[in-house]
């Protein structure tokens, strides 16, 4: 039999218990990295100067944008090292907290994902190898094999520029898909591609690094693109946080610094008016 004070007293353990399971279910993934002291980040590492892997550690621009932003909240981090293709999706099934790679900027992610400030300049250019002479601007890519990342920002830019190509009279020969923009780079190099696409700053890193192979054959989106950083819907006190990091860095020099050091040049992103209607 239950008795009065037994009743009570289970009342009371209950009403502890369910106190105490609020605070877990009403928890952020912001304050989640607060309380651990870890972010936990999914980066694909094979984006130079963005991201990228040298002596088996990931580097680039990014890599320090984040070592600023745990040093600003006084976390440690913890970098995943993932394919792109399997990157948002594993950002929803909550594999990590947040993505840290160039995510291009475009409607229908936008409508999914909550975006950081943009970190980059992403608009798509052509690279041919260096000596075609039969390449001299994008319109010379007509009849021309061209290769670029799938499912990146670029792959649909340069679907777009086959259409105008083919309403002009003859598209590309052949879009080559790459799991890597440095798989297209290499089709470019070794000739089974004349020409590949990827943001303009990669591009120029490219070059600075094998200078004489490749040259710049112009720009191939009608409109800037930008890159950025995303969460899930629902974290968007993480990506205001993210933000918060990123103005203060601005209005520091410090990332300017940061953009000459990786980019070899500094360049105004936009702070608002950068997403397209219907935005998260």
């Known amino acids: ?12 353990s209950i009403a502890i218990a369910l106190a105490s399971a609020v605070p877990a279910l009403a928890e ?3 304050e989640k990295i607060k309380r651990t002291g870890t972010m936990v980040v999914g980066t694909e590492a094979a984006y130079p100067p963005f991201e990228f892997v040298k002596d088996g550690q990931i580097t680039g621009f990014g890599r320090d944008l984040l070592d600023e932003i745990a040093r600003s909240w006084g976390v440690e981090i913890k970098q995943l090292d993932l394919p792109f293709q399997g990157i948002l999706p594993g950002l929803l099934a909550q594999k990590f907290d947040f993505v840290a790679t160039s995510v291009g900027i475009n409607p229908e992610r936008a409508a999914r994902y909550a975006y950081t400030l943009p970190i980059a300049d992403s ?6 190898r ?11 890519l007509a009849g021309k094999v061209v290769a670029t990342q799938l499912a990146s920002a670029v792959d649909p830019v340069a679907k777009a520029l086959d259409e105008k190509l083919k309403a002009e009279g003859k598209g590309f020969s052949e879009l080559k898909l790459f799991p890597t923009f440095n798989d297209s780079f290499l089709a470019v190099a070794n000739g089974t591609a ?29 409109t800037q693109s930008l890159n950025a950083w995303v969460v899930r819907p629902e974290d968007k006190d993480l990506r205001d946080a993210i933000n918060a990091v990123v103005l ?23 702070e608002k008016d950068y997403l397209p209607e219907g935005a998260l």
């Open 1 to 12: 039999m239950i008795t009065r004070r037994t009743f009570a007293g289970l009342s009371v």
């Open 28 to 30: 952020t993934t912001f």
């Open 123 to 128: 608009t798509a250019y052509a690279i041919k």
């Open 130 to 140: 260096a000596g075609n002479d039969h390449i001299k601007g994008v319109e010379d």
């Open 194 to 222: 004349d020409a590949a696409m990827a943001g303009l700053p990669v591009l120029q890193n490219l070059m600075n690094e094998r200078p004489g192979v490749f040259e710049l054959v112009g720009q191939a989106a009608d």
């Open 248 to 270: 203060e860095l601005k209005a520091s020099g410090r990332f300017a610094e940061l953009q000459q050091k990786w980019l070899g040049m500094t360049y105004d992103l936009p």
